[in-house]
């Protein structure tokens, strides 16, 4: 099978290399979207990622070219009209779980960096300043940490919380009875904004969870709360956070997605002018951390996001059944 790669970059070309099952690869480093999607004519499968934009048009003009399979190389499929896909009789297959631990671990990485400021001492010492001034933490241990959307991700994220001997709240639309044995209390999304000292998300973005944290939202939050979201930008209302940030509602946000992240992340902008108001920003805000959609971004991921890419690949083309379609 011939398939084109979208939004590549070194790492990809390293990992599906060295996992392909003896297709043809081509990578691309140009998004998929309706200015790039020419460059598909020819291919049997279209491989994407987060930010490629899969809309209608676009997945008029791949069937157009003779596109048969769309290989989503990422768990999230907001971005791809699955409706016009189906119209097509276009499979759309996914990777739905690629070890979970790399996106918790990184929500946890968030948290203690911002908690204990560890990306500022380091900088400090570097250059000679040994004070401790305004480096002040709190102790995670007691504290309330609530988690929504308590799927693969989520299930993990709240173990490592309750590791750190945290109180754990979670909210989504069915309760976990794992999760409740191991001490997990499902509130609804009301009950539970204000106790939490900390709030991870780790909901798809869908109609329901677009801006799921907006000025409301916010506003049932604890003074000082930390908000992280490590799952897609569009669940927080940007600029809501941004009011929050300045009122001192939100105490910390660490986020690793961003609504407009499509014309940001991925790429080296560092001599750019970057015309983005909105993250300019909320870079300036000293207790936000940015980090750029690396939540995914282990060893163990990437090969298994190459691996079961690799094989939905495979299985399609020996007319197989696809474990992994949406
Ligand atoms: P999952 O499908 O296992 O779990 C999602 C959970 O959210 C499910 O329990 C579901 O019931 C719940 N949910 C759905 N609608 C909801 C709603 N309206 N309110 C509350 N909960 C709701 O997904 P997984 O693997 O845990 O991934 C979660 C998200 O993490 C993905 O959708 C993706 O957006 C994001 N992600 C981010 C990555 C990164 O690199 N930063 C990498 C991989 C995933």
Known sequence: MKI????TQSYDRHYFN???TGHELVFFEAPLNEQ???????????????????????IDQ?????????????????????????????????????????????????????????????NRVREGNFSLERLTGFDLHGKTVGVIGTGQIGQVFAGIMQGFGCRVLAFDVI???????????????????????IISLHCPLNEQTKHIINAQTLGMMKQGVMLINTSRGGLMDTRA?????????????????????????????????????????LMS???????????????????QIAQTTMQSISDFEQGKPLKNKI
């Open 241 to 281: 956070a941004i009011d929050a940030l300045k009122s001192g509602r939100l105490g910390y946000l660490g986020i690793d997605v961003y609504e407009q992240e499509e014309k940001l992340f991925f790429h080296n902008l560092s001599e750019e002018i970057i015309h983005d108001d909105m993250i300019m920003r």
């Open 175 to 197: 309760a976990n009875r794992d999760m409740e044995a191991r001490g997990v209390e499902y509130l609804p999304l009301i009950k539970l904004l204000p106790e939490c000292d």
């Open 36 to 58: 790039t999607v020419n460059l598909a004519a020819g291919f049997g499968t279209v491989c994407a990622f987060v930010n490629d934009i899969l809309s209608a048009t676009v």
């Open 18 to 20: 060295h996992y392909n």
């Open 285 to 303: 805000f000293p207790n936000v951390l940015v980090t750029a959609h690396q939540g995914f971004f282990t060893d163990e991921a990437l090969t």
């Open 62 to 122: 791949l069937a157009a070219q003779g596109v048969q399979l769309i290989a989503m190389r990422c768990a999230g499929y907001n971005n791809v009209d699955l409706a016009a896909a189906r119209a097509h009789h276009i499979p759309v297959v996914r990777v739905p779980a690629y070890s979970p631990y790399a996106v918790a671990e990184h929500a946890v990485a968030l948290i203690l960096a911002l908690n204990r400021k560890t990306h500022k001492a380091y």
């Open 4 to 7: 084109a790669f979208f939004s």
